[in-house]
């Protein structure tokens, strides 16, 4: 199932003080924080992934699979997607637990007879 486009706006707009965007796949969205995957929203829930981020902060976040067959991510309530300090805390606090991401590759330029 799809996210509400008002969704996705909103979550979006609670994070508009941080370097985020976010990518539509497959119906649902990812997000980024500072180019890092930080989670997904799927069927109009927020799911931040887990890492080893100050655990305090997420006492009141929830275990479950963003889609079917994932491994469980943190499920943020809706009362949490209202607090906008604590939502913007929490998605930086997991983007700064997260690995950088890798270079991407270049790709060749030209015909493949030309590169030969």
């Known amino acids: ?3 509400n486009p008002d969704t996705v706006r909103f979550i979006e707009d ?3 003080d941080l370097n985020i965007r976010t ?3 497959f119906g649902e969205h990812a997000i980024y924080c500072d180019e890092k995957v930080v989670g997904f929203i799927c069927d109009d829930t927020l799911f931040l992934t887990p ?3 100050e655990a305090a902060l997420f006492e009141r976040t929830v275990p479950a699979p963003p889609y079917p067959g994932a491994k469980n991510y943190r499920s943020v309530p809706g ?3 209202e607090d906008r300090d604590w939502l913007q805390r929490a998605v930086q606090a997991t ?3 997260r690995p950088a991401p890798r270079p991407k590759k270049s790709r060749p330029t030209g015909s493949p007879s030309e590169r030969a």
């Open 1 to 3: 199932m799809a996210n």
């Open 14 to 16: 609670q994070l508009g």
């Open 23 to 25: 990518r539509t796949m």
């Open 51 to 53: 890492t080893d981020a």
């Open 79 to 81: 009362e949490l997607l």
């Open 95 to 97: 983007a700064d637990a």
